[in-house]
């Protein structure tokens, strides 16, 4: 029998079970797609997937965190899943110092994502943003045909609490993947990280819980045990 180590993660096991899908960002696209870490001279965050130049396959999803009609204000998402397995999650969500755990709802998908949540490196504890892209539109369809047709590449920044941003990746959509596929995806940002980039904070290991409780409800495995894109 499973183990289930909290009333909530409990309750969404059985929600997820009973829904038979995500209970957040349950309507999302997923590509194949492409991380490029940049390298550029310093400042130098402490993670080899920030700081070392070079390219690694991905999956990247984009989503709504609610299923609420197309074109409305919601917390959209984006997932990166790169080999290790390292996942990062991103929300729609201001960007500057004081509001970099807020949430923001918004309709367009080219806006900027953050993670919300802190990480810990060796040398600092940073939060990871992307800036804003061209206008790729207000529907998931949007996001597809503008991946296929011109291509779609977000540039992924980090900062401290109070720095700048600064460029440290670009992530690049590539082709479309299957609704079968985007159903059985299973992200955990708090099992699958890096050695040199892990989320920290309580709020970090509550969230892995409910993740791992939501994938059981829905019949997938869980992200930990899963081999990367």
């Known amino acids: 029998m499973t183990h289930v180590s909290s009333p909530a993660a409990a309750a969404a096991q059985l929600a997820a079970r009973l829904r038979g899908a995500r209970l957040l960002h349950p309507r999302g696209r997923t590509f194949t797609g492409e991380w490029e870490t940049l390298g550029t001279s310093g400042p130098w965050w402490g993670a080899a997937i920030l700081d070392e130049p070079s390219r690694r396959p991905a999956i990247v999803r984009i989503s709504k965190g609610a299923p609420t009609p197309t074109g409305w204000p919601d917390i959209l998402g984006f997932a990166v899943s790169l080999p290790g397995p390292v996942d990062l999650l991103f929300s729609s969500a201001f960007r500057p110092p004081l509001l970099r755990h807020v949430p923001r709802p918004r309709r367009n998908f080219g806006g900027s994502y953050g993670t919300i ?113």
């Open 117 to 229: 949540l802190a990480y810990r490196t060796p040398v600092a504890r940073i939060f990871l943003a992307t800036m804003p892209a061209a206008a790729v539109g207000t529907a998931l369809d949007d996001v597809v045909r503008a991946a296929t047709i011109r291509g779609v590449a977000l540039t992924v920044a980090a900062a401290t609490r109070w720095s700048r941003w600064r460029p440290v990746a670009v992530v690049r959509f590539g082709v479309p993947l299957g609704a079968d596929t985007d159903a059985t995806l299973a992200f955990n940002p708090v099992t699958n990280h890096a050695p040199d980039l892990v989320p920290v904070g309580r709020l970090q290991q509550a969230r892995g819980i409910m993740y791992r409780a939501s994938q059981r409800g829905r019949g997938v495995r869980p992200a930990e045990n899963r081999s990367g894109p």
